[in-house]
């Protein structure tokens, strides 16, 4: 097996930066496209932003060749769903910037980020995600329950993002998947990926061998 410790690491680090910059540009860019504009507060969130949007195109140029080595359809997947996230990241991050120079546009272009992060990134970030799972799971690159712990929680972020539901419900639906994420990011930091497991394979005379 190749040495894979060093792509672990880095789809590691990409997955807690991009969960940071994605959190916190967001957190900023919304306070700073209040009823009135706070320039400032609009170039640090979109900044944030743009980290998160590379970030997400890090961790597929980390994990892909990774997964290509056993399974090679769902990296290529994985890698195209990674690219439409990335550019739909772009896109919501370049909006506000339109709005600092053309103000009197701004009901259009908060309206069209609003419809980019309110369904086109989830769904986007849900579909990468459970491909990606799905490798993790077929290839135990990472232990199983991860990929059912992510999966358990993209479906309940869509669910946030599809009903109109109360703050601190959308929280609770919404911190399975940064958890997840953080955890899975510390998780290929610190230990890597799992060594190859070997799958059991029964000979015709009916006893159990490895391959």
């Known amino acids: 097996m190749t040495n894979e410790r ?3 690491v880095l789809a590691g680090s990409f997955f807690l930066i991009a969960m940071i910059s994605s959190l916190a540009g967001g957190g900023i860019l919304e306070s ?4 009135a504009l706070n320039s400032g507060r609009i170039g640090w969130g979109v900044a944030l932003e743009l980290v ?4 997400v195109l890090g961790i597929a140029a980390a994990l892909v060749p990774v997964i290509r080595r056993r399974e090679p359809t769902l990296a290529a997947a ?4 990674r690219v439409l996230e990335s550019v739909i990241c772009l896109a919501a991050a370049a909006a506000p910037l339109v709005l600092l120079s053309t103000p009197e546009q701004r009901s259009v272009l908060l309206a069209a980020r609003s419809v980019a992060m309110g369904t086109l990134l989830p769904v986007g970030f849900a579909a990468g995600a459970a491909v990606l799972y ?9 232990p199983r329950y991860l990929a059912i ?5 993209v479906a309940l972020m869509l669910g946030m ?9 959308a929280a609770a639906m919404v911190l399975p ?8 990011g510390i998780l290929l930091i610190v230990r890597g990926f799992q060594p190859d497991v070997p799958e059991v394979n029964t000979d015709p005379e009916g006893s159990p061998r490895r391959r």
């Open 177 to 184: 998947i940064i958890a997840n994420e953080v955890f899975m």
């Open 32 to 35: 700073g496209l209040g009823d």
């Open 78 to 81: 994985y890698m195209a769903l």
């Open 52 to 55: 998160n949007a590379f970030s």
């Open 134 to 142: 799905a490798a993790f799971y077929r290839t135990r690159l990472l």
């Open 149 to 153: 712990w992510g999966w358990i929680a």
């Open 6 to 8: 060093l792509p672990a």
């Open 161 to 169: 993002n599809a009903f109109d539901v109360s703050l601190p419900a």
